[in-house]
């Protein structure tokens, strides 16, 4: 029998990432590079790792992910939201508990963009009387 693997896909700003669960011993690679090694700041690898807690398959599952695009933050964020989708493939009883905490929905807030005569997206430039 073929290897089980679970596949989704988790968007956050720009950030794209490509989650292959399968089960294992709990290794996280991201982009070919250990999750530990790959994501620089404390709160970024807690925040991948919140949908395993919470289901309980922390230690469980080894982890391929390929992410693109925006920033630390962002690519966390996008990896949360596809392992959670993961997650749902792996077992769907998963989804009221991942859908309380908020981990299925796709966080849509991103940039707005710099408009004409605005120093950024609303703000303006410094006003001179003199």
């Known amino acids: 029998m073929a290897e089980q693997r ?3 896909t988790g968007k956050r700003k720009t950030a794209v990432a490509r989650v292959w669960l399968q089960p294992g011993t709990g290794a996280v690679v991201i982009n070919k590079r250990p999750a530990e090694e ?5 709160s970024n690898k807690m925040v991948i790792f919140q949908p395993l807690v919470l289901t309980g398959t922390f230690g469980k599952l080894d982890i391929s992910v390929n992410v693109q695009g925006g920033g630390g933050s962002g690519q966390a964020g996008a990896i949360r939201h596809g392992i959670s989708r993961a997650l749902l493939e792996l077992n ?6 991942l859908k309380k905490a908020g981990f299925l929905t796709r966080d849509s807030r991103v940039k707005e963009r710099k408009k004409y005569g605005r120093r950024s997206a609303r703000a303006r430039f410094q006003y001179s009387k003199r």
């Open 92 to 97: 769907p009883e998963f989804r009221d508990v």
């Open 6 to 8: 679970f596949y989704a």
């Open 38 to 42: 790959y994501l620089d700041r404390e």
